[in-house]
């Protein structure tokens, strides 16, 4: 199996811009996370779906963020319009439903200039 | 929010020599994981010990949680350069299926 995988690895963007990332899960894990790292505030969920239903958003930093899981097999976390304060790694996780183990991707690192 | 605080934040050792990493948590959980980080890459899985285990040993590392202390501690044994690495301790209850991920502990091995 490939593993997580993510997509670009690296974006570098401008103030206000649309940036969507991108993330294909194991295939036949049902869970699938995003997280955000930070030097300041470390990892962070920002969401999770299971069977791809958002099951808990509450860590989504505000309205300028979205996610969406479209099928089993890919989901895209969309930052609109985009801040400096948005640059971090962000990772996404998959695992199934028997285990708790989590399999991360190698993450997108941003930057908003 | 974090959960943990992982304690040393830092530790700088000499290969062969073993390093031991704490981490302190705040509610109940239904189990805890430890993960190694590799500069600029993701998250590897290491070792997972559920809130019924005390202790828990795969190959070089060795996993203890005491429960009434809400505390974990990773120790590698006889480290080596390729442990250099952050690593984080991660709790999961119950009804959430999400991690939540402590502060990390720099490793360093010096060779």
Wanted: glycine share 8%.
């Amino acid at each position: 199996d490939a593993g997580v995988i993510q997509s670009p690895r690296h974006e570098v963007t401008e103030m206000g811009q649309e940036v969507t990332l991108r993330c294909k899960p194991i295939s036949g894990h049902d869970y699938l996370f995003w997280y955000r790292q930070t030097m300041m505030r470390g990892l962070e969920l920002l969401i999770y779906f299971n069977n791809n239903v958002p099951i808990d958003d509450s860590g989504m930093p505000e309205d300028r963020f979205s996610a969406k899981m479209p099928n089993a097999s890919f989901s895209t976390l969309k930052i609109q319009p985009s801040e400096p304060r948005d640059s971090a790694v962000y990772f996404c996780a998959s695992k199934g439903t028997k285990w708790d183990t989590q399999y991360f991707g190698p993450g997108t690192r941003l930057t908003v200039l | 929010s974090q959960q943990g605080e992982e304690d040393p934040q830092a530790l700088s050792i000499q290969e062969g020599e073993n390093a031991t990493m704490n981490c302190s948590y705040k509610t109940s959980i239904n189990n805890l994981q430890w993960y190694r980080q590799n500069s600029g890459r993701g998250l590897v899985h290491l070792i997972l010990i559920r809130s019924n285990e005390r202790e828990k040993h795969s190959g070089r590392l060795r996993v203890t949680l005491d429960t009434s202390k809400k505390s974990s501690s990773l120790l590698i044994t006889a480290s080596r350069a390729a442990d250099t690495a952050s690593y984080f301790c991660a709790t999961g209850d119950t009804g959430r299926r999400a991690l939540t991920f402590g502060s990390g502990t720099r490793l360093q091995v010096q060779p």
